[in-house]
Each structure stands twice: as C-alpha cells, then as structure tokens.
C-alpha cells in the first residue's frame, strides 16, 4: 500500500515547540500572558491566516534544526517498509515549495532532519495548499494527518487516520479513524482498521 505521511503534527508535537515561542514572544512584546492553552496560533483560529504566517515563518528554521521526532516513528516506518509498503512524506511546511534561498534551505534541513532522525521514506514531497493537489498523483491510498482542514480534501480521496492533536478534537468524518501514537498507526494499517 502508498501510504501519506504528512510531518508536523505528526511525526512531530510542534504544539509545544510553537507554544513555547509564542510563549516567549508575547514576554517579550508586552503582551497579555496566554490564557487559552493550545489557543494560541490559527489551527485554533487564535490568530489570522497571515499573522500565524509570520510568526511561524520567523521561527521556522529553528523548529526545523531543532525539533525532535515523536516516540517510535523511525522503528515504525522501517517496520511497515519491511511489511512493504511505501512511504511517501508530505509537507506543507510554509515556503517548501518556493523556488528561493529559503525554500532551498526549508527543503535542504527537512530532508537532512528526516535522514538523521533515521525515517524511512520512499518520497519526500512538498506541498502547498490545499495539499491533496500536490499528494494526488502519487496515489496514496491512505494518509495520516493532523490538520482538519487538509484532512476533509484527503477524506473524499482516501481513508484518512487523523493524528490526535488539541486542535482537532471532536474532529469526526465518516472516513477518518483516530489514532493516538505511532503503535496505533501501526496497529490500525497491519490489521487494516482505517
């Protein structure tokens, strides 16, 4: 099976890491302090499309060079490798697709990140939005997610396991199961429970 992966949110808790910065940030700025936990950026409407743009286009790199992988997705990606199927990471991650220094660079620490945190993966590809237009051609037919705006396009091509995240709780779609950790992905695509 062509099995969709996407990063953030997934293999990763950028939750935390954009918690903590947006944390920083408001400290900084003399801004009130947080006062709803995970309402902090757009997947939350906390912020609009082009506020949460900057703030996470002005940390991007860190986060990159920086955040560390969840618990087990190196040895379940080999695992389901070794089961035979293939992998195909996909990223939105904010310019990736741009033909610049930047993009270059976002593309050159994401590839560098996966090889070093030991994921296996037949493909990397970058996306824009919406991300089912860009994942589409490569035939997946199933995908993880975290984001439910992504997931309603991926859900009317494919089964869709969506990633548990604060953010999309009580997410629900009649083509979606919910999984909760790497073993769960697993569980759910050995036993073909999607």
């Not at 082009?50 to 969840?70: G, S, V």
């Not at 618990?71 to 904010?94: A, N």
């Not at 997410?171 to 790497?182: A, L, M």
């Amino acid at each position: 099976m062509i099995i969709g992966f996407d990063i953030d949110g997934c293999m990763t808790d950028d939750n935390r890491f954009k918690l903590e910065q947006y944390g920083k940030y408001l400290y900084e700025h003399g801004l009130p302090e947080m006062d709803l936990p995970y309402g902090y950026e757009y997947k939350m409407s906390f912020m609009s499309w082009p506020e949460f743009q900057t703030f996470f286009r002005d940390h991007l790199m860190e986060y990159i060079e920086n955040i560390k992988p969840l618990m087990y997705v190196s040895e379940v990606t080999h695992k389901l490798h070794e089961d035979g199927h293939k992998i195909i990471v996909c990223t939105g991650r904010s310019g990736g697709i741009e033909q610049s220094e930047r993009g270059e660079q976002i593309r050159k620490l994401t590839k560098q990140w996966l090889v070093e945190n030991d994921i296996y993966h037949d493909e990397l590809v970058f996306t824009g939005f919406p991300k089912i237009n860009y994942v589409r051609s490569k035939g997946c037919e199933l995908f993880v997610e975290d984001f439910p705006e992504t997931i309603n396009d991926f859900a009317k091509e494919m089964p869709v396991l969506i990633f548990d995240n604060p953010y999309n709780v009580g997410y629900q779609h009649e083509n979606v199961t919910r999984v909760f950790s790497w073993y769960d992905i697993y569980r759910h695509i050995k036993e073909g429970k999607y």
